[in-house]
């Protein structure tokens, strides 16, 4: 299956990160956790490899869950990828649903998003 242009714009902004991101989940008790994470990808989806006990339990419980790449420099722009995710053995597969690149401060002009902030759509 071919990747499509979106998934593809993803992957792009993904390979400008140095920082591993964060894997933001809901606990049974619905609280947030968070716990970083590698992640790669296959021609759908984002392949974390090793989700961590609580991660992983936390998707099996909530499956809508959130991956948070840090800016890498201040001021810069954070990744933000919000997705389903299915537990497959020790990996957890994550189907992005939205993503996009954000900063605080003002929108573009005119803006790319219904965001107050500076943000750039990717998915959908």
């Known amino acids: 299956m071919a990747v ?7 992957r792009q902004a993904m390979a400008t990160f140095v920082d591993s991101p964060y894997l ?4 049974a008790e ?3 956790h968070c716990g970083t994470v ?5 021609d759908e989806d984002l392949v974390i ?5 609580h991660g992983a339990a936390d998707a099996r419980e909530h499956p809508q869950v959130s991956l948070l790449w840090p800016p890498a420099e201040r001021g810069g722009y954070a ?11 020790t990996e957890l597969v994550v189907r992005p649903t939205r993503a ?3 900063r605080r401060g003002a929108p573009a002009d005119p803006p790319l998003s219904s965001c107050s902030s500076d943000c750039v759509p990717i998915l959908p």
Not at 4 to 10: A, G, H, I
Not at 38 to 42: D, K, L, P, R
Not at 49 to 53: C, F, M, N, Q, Y
Not at 79 to 89: F, M, N, R
């Open 49 to 53: 490899t090793s989700p961590g006990s």
């Open 100 to 102: 996009v690149l954000h």
């Open 24 to 27: 933001l989940t809901v606990t």
């Open 4 to 10: 499509t242009e979106p998934l593809q714009r993803l």
């Open 38 to 42: 590698e992640v790669t990808c296959n």
């Open 79 to 89: 990744l933000i990828v919000d997705g389903t995710a299915v537990a497959k053995g």
């Open 30 to 32: 619905h609280r947030p």
